[in-house]
């Protein structure tokens, strides 16, 4: 009778442990997967991780063009705004046009090829996509301040202005330069006259966002540009510099005349 007994209990014991263990591999799966089944990515230090592409130097205070030329290289997200398809105004000003924001990827080329145009990569079950249909004109804003989730590794001398917790540091200050570029969304046709860009652009878009191309199959995915028409720049105090897209497309990024070295700029 007491043999039975050791027995019950070492079988109970083992059936404990095994749901023990059970339960930890559920717990573990649920931490992975999130509370409705998204994966959840498990974080490692950002220093391990290595630049999309080498960042050129960021070019001096008095050349507007080139620092334009630089962010759009440089960056590979901001935020695009049309003119909203789904929000209208109230009262007298129904009518009114009212303006809509979304986050963006984008890149002007391959790391090694800088063009200045804007491709990115949408569908039009997006609403920035659908709000084209009707007014194809978009603007695309950019923050310096986005640098350091570009790349961490890298450091320039104006990031700091950038960041809030540092001694006058803040997005919205002038020294932290942002860009908007204003222009006609177009989107690339595959096949036809496009293709060679076309090509180009989705080459670049997969280089520098790896994760693109895992992205659902049935979206019906989209690469378009944006024909820029006007750039407003802020990147020092005094005011913005309204570009010419002549002068924005006549500079080189990296260029002899366009690397100079970063300056402090005490304020």
């Known amino acids: 009778m007491m043999v039975m007994t050791k027995r019950s209990l070492i079988n109970k014991m083992t059936f404990l442990q095994l749901s023990l263990s059970l339960q930890l591999v559920l717990l573990l799966i649920c931490i992975l997967t999130g509370e409705h089944g998204g994966i959840i990515a498990i974080s490692s230090n950002s220093d391990e991780h290595e630049c999309a592409c080498k960042l050129e130097e960021r070019p001096d205070l008095t050349k507007k063009a080139e620092t334009a030329r630089w962010m759009v290289h440089s960056l590979n997200w901001g935020v695009i705004s049309s003119i909203s398809s789904r929000l209208v105004g109230s009262g007298e000003e129904e009518s009114s046009p009212v303006p809509f924001g979304n986050v963006y990827s984008f890149v002007d080329g391959s790391c090694d090829k800088s063009t200045g145009i804007?491709?990115?990569?949408?569908?039009?079950?997006?609403?920035?996509?659908?709000?084209?249909?009707n007014n194809n004109m978009v603007s695309l804003t950019l923050s310096e301040s986005s640098l350091s989730s570009v790349c961490s590794q890298e450091r320039h001398?104006?990031?700091?202005?950038?960041?809030?917790?540092t001694k006058y540091g803040d997005p919205e200050n002038p020294v932290c330069a942002r860009l908007t570029l204003t222009g006609k969304l177009i989107?690339?046709?595959?096949?036809?006259?496009?293709?060679?860009?076309?090509?180009?652009?989705?080459?670049?878009?997969?280089?520098?966002?790896p994760s693109m191309a895992d992205w659902p199959v049935g979206h019906g995915w989209v690469i378009a540009k944006i024909d820029l028409q006007d750039i407003w720049l802020i990147d020092?105090?005094?005011?913005?510099?309204?570009?010419?897209p002549k002068e924005y497309f006549s500079v080189s990024v990296g260029s002899a005349g366009s690397k100079t070295k970063s300056v402090e700029i005490t304020t």
Not at 118 to 133: A, S, V
């Open 118 to 133: 804007p491709y990115i990569y949408g569908t039009y079950l997006d609403q920035t996509f659908k709000d084209t249909i």
């Open 157 to 165: 001398g104006f990031v700091d202005s950038c960041m809030i917790g």
């Open 187 to 209: 989107p690339l046709k595959e096949d036809g006259d496009d293709n060679n860009e076309y090509e180009l652009a989705k080459k670049a878009l997969f280089e520098r966002h």
């Open 236 to 244: 020092y105090f005094g005011g913005a510099t309204i570009l010419d």
